[in-house]
C-alpha cells in the first residue's frame, strides 16, 4: 500500500478539483427545472469512470433520471465489489442561508463547502478515485461494478426496476456504499443498520372556499387549526406514535444489544451546544442516540395554508396541508405503515373536515451483520486508515435501495461513510472535510484487499 499512498499524496490536488468539477453540476433530481443538469452529471460521471480506468461505462437511461454503471473484472474467481452511489443532490434552498452559492464550491478552513459535498457527490467520487488509485499501483483485489444512479434523493424507484432487469450484470459478492456518517475523526465508526421510511401528505378541507376571518371566524371549523389538533395528537404524552399498530412489528433489542450500542460515544451537552437547544425530546424510555436510530418516528417536514406572504390579510382558508414522515426501523414494512397512518388518519378526521392521505416514496429498514467477511475486511480497512478499529452503529437514515439489493441481489451491504453528522446534509452549507474525502481514497483499496484474502481464508 506504500505506493498507493504515495500516489495519493502525489495526486491529491487533481483528486479535488475534479471532484469539484462534478460538484459545480447542479444535479437537482426532485426539480424537473434541472433535468439537463442531471444528465450533465451522469456524462460527467461516465467520462470520469473510463478516466479512472472502468471498462463498460455507459449511461443507462430510465424513465427518470439515468444510472451510470461501469466496471473492471480482472478475474471471475476473485470476488467482486458492487459500489453503489448517487449523483444527485437535494434541492439547496433556503438560498440565502449559503454563506457561498451552492453550487460554486470553495474550500474553507479544510472543509468543502457545497451541496452534494458529502451527500453523496464526495463519498462516491472517493470509490471512483480508488479505482485509480488502485489500478496505476497495486492492480484490484477484486472485481469492481459500479453503479451510480441520479434519482437516490427522489426514492430510486427506476433504479429498482433497474436492479430486477439487471440481475446477471449485477451479481456480485457485496454491496459497498460511502453515503453515511462516522462518530468523529478520530472516532471511526460502521453504520450497520438503516432506517426504513413512510412518506405521505395530507390535505384538509373546510369551507368550499376562503373566508373572511371576521365574518365567519368562529361559526367555521377552521382547517389549520384541525390540522393541528390531528397531528398533535399522533403522539402521547411519553411521546409515544398514537397509530394503532404502529409499534406492532417493531424489533425491541435485548438489553445487551442496547448496551452494545450505548459503548458509542455520544456526548448529549455538544449534541445539545451544535443544535442551539437547551432540551431534547423524544419517545420516553430511550436515550437521544436510540430515539435516532432504533426507533421509529413521525415528524411534520412541511406544513402550510392560508396566508403566508408579506404582512397580515385576514382570511379563514379552506385548507390546510402538511407533509408527513415516518421513519421506521425491522420489522416495519413501509406500505403497511403507510396504510395504517391512512386509516387512522381518515378514522379520527372530525365531520366538519374532509381528509386525503397521499402516500409519497418509502422503503424498508436494514441491518448488516458485524460478523461477516466483509464488515472484518472493512473494520480492517478503517482500523489501518485510522490506526483505530471503527465502532459498529446504527444509523438514523434511509437509503431504501440496500433492502432492495439483499431481495432481489441476495447481497449484504456495508455501509462505509466517511460524513460527519455535521456535515449539514439537506441543509445550507453542506460540507465535507478535505481529510474525509482523503481517508476514504485511501480506505477503499484496503478494503478490496481485505475483502479479497478475508474470502480466500488468508486473512
Ligand atoms: N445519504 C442519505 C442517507 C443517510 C444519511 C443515511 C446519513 C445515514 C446517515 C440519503 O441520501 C438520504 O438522504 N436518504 C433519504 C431517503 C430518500 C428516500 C429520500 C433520507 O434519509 O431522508
Ligand atoms: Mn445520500
Ligand atoms: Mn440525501
Given at each position: 500500500m506504500e505506493k498507493a499512498e504515495a500516489y495519493i499524496e502525489a495526486h491529491k490536488e487533481r483528486f479535488l478539483e475534479e471532484l469539484l468539477g462534478i460538484l459545480?453540476?447542479?444535479?437537482?433530481?426532485?426539480?424537473?427545472?434541472y433535468k439537463q443538469e442531471v444528465q450533465r452529471c451522469a456524462e460527467a460521471v461516465r467520462d470520469r469512470l473510463i478516466e479512472a480506468g472502468?471498462?463498460?461505462?455507459e449511461i443507462c437511461p430510465t424513465a427518470g433520471h439515468p444510472i451510470v454503471y461501469g466496471e473492471k473484472i480482472i478475474d471471475p474467481d476473485l470476488p467482486t465489489v458492487l459500489v453503489y452511489g448517487h449523483y444527485d443532490v437535494q434541492?439547496?434552498?433556503?438560498?440565502?442561508?449559503?454563506?457561498?452559492?451552492?453550487?460554486e464550491p470553495v474550500i474553507k478552513d479544510g472543509q468543502i463547502y457545497a451541496r452534494g459535498s458529502a451527500d453523496d457527490k464526495g463519498q462516491f467520487y472517493m470509490h471512483v478515485k480508488a479505482l485509480e488509485v488502485m489500478l496505476k499501483n497495486d492492480g484490484l483485489a477484486c472485481n469492481a461494478k459500479f453503479m451510480i444512479e441520479g434519482e437516490e434523493e427522489v426514492g430510486s424507484d427506476n433504479l429498482a426496476l433497474f436492479v430486477k432487469e439487471n440481475k446477471d450484470r449485477l451479481k456480485a459478492d457485496v454491496v459497498l456504499i460511502s453515503d453515511t456518517a462516522m462518530i468523529a475523526n478520530d472516532v471511526p465508526s460502521i453504520n450497520t443498520g438503516l432506517r426504513g421510511l413512510s412518506y405521505l401528505e395530507v390535505e384538509v378541507t373546510g369551507p368550499n372556499r376562503d373566508l373572511h376571518s371576521g365574518v365567519y371566524g368562529g361559526a367555521v371549523a377552521n382547517p389549520i387549526n384541525v390540522l393541528c389538533d390531528l397531528i398533535s395528537s399522533l403522539h402521547d404524552k411519553d411521546r409515544?406514535?398514537?397509530?394503532?399498530?404502529?409499534?406492532?412489528r417493531v424489533v425491541e433489542l435485548s438489553d445487551a444489544e442496547r448496551k452494545a450500542l450505548a459503548e458509542a460515544p455520544f456526548d448529549l451537552e455538544e449534541f445539545k451546544r451544535d443544535l442551539g437547544i437547551e432540551e431534547v425530546l423524544g419517545e420516553?424510555?430511550?436515550s437521544s442516540d436510540e430515539r435516532s436510530t432504533i426507533r421509529p418516528t413521525l415528524d411534520v417536514n412541511g406544513i402550510w395554508g392560508g396566508y403566508i406572504g408579506e404582512g397580515a390579510k385576514t382570511v379563514l382558508p379552506s385548507k390546510a396541508f402538511a407533509k408527513i414522515s415516518m421513519r421506521l426501523v425491522p420489522d416495519q414494512k413501509s406500505a403497511a405503515i403507510s396504510k395504517l397512518f391512512k386509516e387512522h388518519f381518515e378514522r379520527i378526521a372530525p365531520p366538519y373536515v374532509n381528509v386525503e392521505v397521499r402516500p409519497h416514496h418509502g422503503g424498508e429498514a436494514a441491518v448488516t451483520p458485524t460478523d461477516s467477511v466483509a464488515y472484518k475486511a472493512a473494520s480492517l480497512a478503517m482500523e489501518e486508515t485510522f490506526g483505530k478499529a471503527p465502532i459498529p452503529t446504527r444509523g438514523?437514515?434511509?437509503?431504501?435501495i440496500v433492502a432492495l439489493f439483499e431481495q432481489e441481489l441476495g447481497l449484504k451491504t456495508i455501509l462505509f461513510g466517511f460524513g460527519?453528522?455535521?456535515?449539514?446534509i439537506h441543509s445550507p452549507n453542506e460540507h465535507f472535510g478535505v481529510f474525509n474525502y482523503i481517508q476514504g481514497i485511501r480506505a477503499i483499496p484496503r478494503f478490496y484487499k481485505h475483502f479479497a484474502a478475508v474470502s480466500n481464508g488468508k486473512s
Amino acid at each position: 500500500m506504500e505506493k498507493a499512498e504515495a500516489y495519493i499524496e502525489a495526486h491529491k490536488e487533481r483528486f479535488l478539483e475534479e471532484l469539484l468539477g462534478i460538484l459545480r453540476i447542479p444535479s437537482v433530481s426532485a426539480d424537473p427545472a434541472y433535468k439537463q443538469e442531471v444528465q450533465r452529471c451522469a456524462e460527467a460521471v461516465r467520462d470520469r469512470l473510463i478516466e479512472a480506468g472502468a471498462d463498460k461505462v455507459e449511461i443507462c437511461p430510465t424513465a427518470g433520471h439515468p444510472i451510470v454503471y461501469g466496471e473492471k473484472i480482472i478475474d471471475p474467481d476473485l470476488p467482486t465489489v458492487l459500489v453503489y452511489g448517487h449523483y444527485d443532490v437535494q434541492p439547496p434552498d433556503p438560498l440565502e442561508l449559503w454563506a457561498s452559492p451552492p453550487f460554486e464550491p470553495v474550500i474553507k478552513d479544510g472543509q468543502i463547502y457545497a451541496r452534494g459535498s458529502a451527500d453523496d457527490k464526495g463519498q462516491f467520487y472517493m470509490h471512483v478515485k480508488a479505482l485509480e488509485v488502485m489500478l496505476k499501483n497495486d492492480g484490484l483485489a477484486c472485481n469492481a461494478k459500479f453503479m451510480i444512479e441520479g434519482e437516490e434523493e427522489v426514492g430510486s424507484d427506476n433504479l429498482a426496476l433497474f436492479v430486477k432487469e439487471n440481475k446477471d450484470r449485477l451479481k456480485a459478492d457485496v454491496v459497498l456504499i460511502s453515503d453515511t456518517a462516522m462518530i468523529a475523526n478520530d472516532v471511526p465508526s460502521i453504520n450497520t443498520g438503516l432506517r426504513g421510511l413512510s412518506y405521505l401528505e395530507v390535505e384538509v378541507t373546510g369551507p368550499n372556499r376562503d373566508l373572511h376571518s371576521g365574518v365567519y371566524g368562529g361559526a367555521v371549523a377552521n382547517p389549520i387549526n384541525v390540522l393541528c389538533d390531528l397531528i398533535s395528537s399522533l403522539h402521547d404524552k411519553d411521546r409515544r406514535i398514537t397509530i394503532p399498530g404502529f409499534y406492532d412489528r417493531v424489533v425491541e433489542l435485548s438489553d445487551a444489544e442496547r448496551k452494545a450500542l450505548a459503548e458509542a460515544p455520544f456526548d448529549l451537552e455538544e449534541f445539545k451546544r451544535d443544535l442551539g437547544i437547551e432540551e431534547v425530546l423524544g419517545e420516553k424510555g430511550y436515550s437521544s442516540d436510540e430515539r435516532s436510530t432504533i426507533r421509529p418516528t413521525l415528524d411534520v417536514n412541511g406544513i402550510w395554508g392560508g396566508y403566508i406572504g408579506e404582512g397580515a390579510k385576514t382570511v379563514l382558508p379552506s385548507k390546510a396541508f402538511a407533509k408527513i414522515s415516518m421513519r421506521l426501523v425491522p420489522d416495519q414494512k413501509s406500505a403497511a405503515i403507510s396504510k395504517l397512518f391512512k386509516e387512522h388518519f381518515e378514522r379520527i378526521a372530525p365531520p366538519y373536515v374532509n381528509v386525503e392521505v397521499r402516500p409519497h416514496h418509502g422503503g424498508e429498514a436494514a441491518v448488516t451483520p458485524t460478523d461477516s467477511v466483509a464488515y472484518k475486511a472493512a473494520s480492517l480497512a478503517m482500523e489501518e486508515t485510522f490506526g483505530k478499529a471503527p465502532i459498529p452503529t446504527r444509523g438514523g437514515g434511509s437509503i431504501p435501495i440496500v433492502a432492495l439489493f439483499e431481495q432481489e441481489l441476495g447481497l449484504k451491504t456495508i455501509l462505509f461513510g466517511f460524513g460527519l453528522d455535521s456535515n449539514a446534509i439537506h441543509s445550507p452549507n453542506e460540507h465535507f472535510g478535505v481529510f474525509n474525502y482523503i481517508q476514504g481514497i485511501r480506505a477503499i483499496p484496503r478494503f478490496y484487499k481485505h475483502f479479497a484474502a478475508v474470502s480466500n481464508g488468508k486473512s
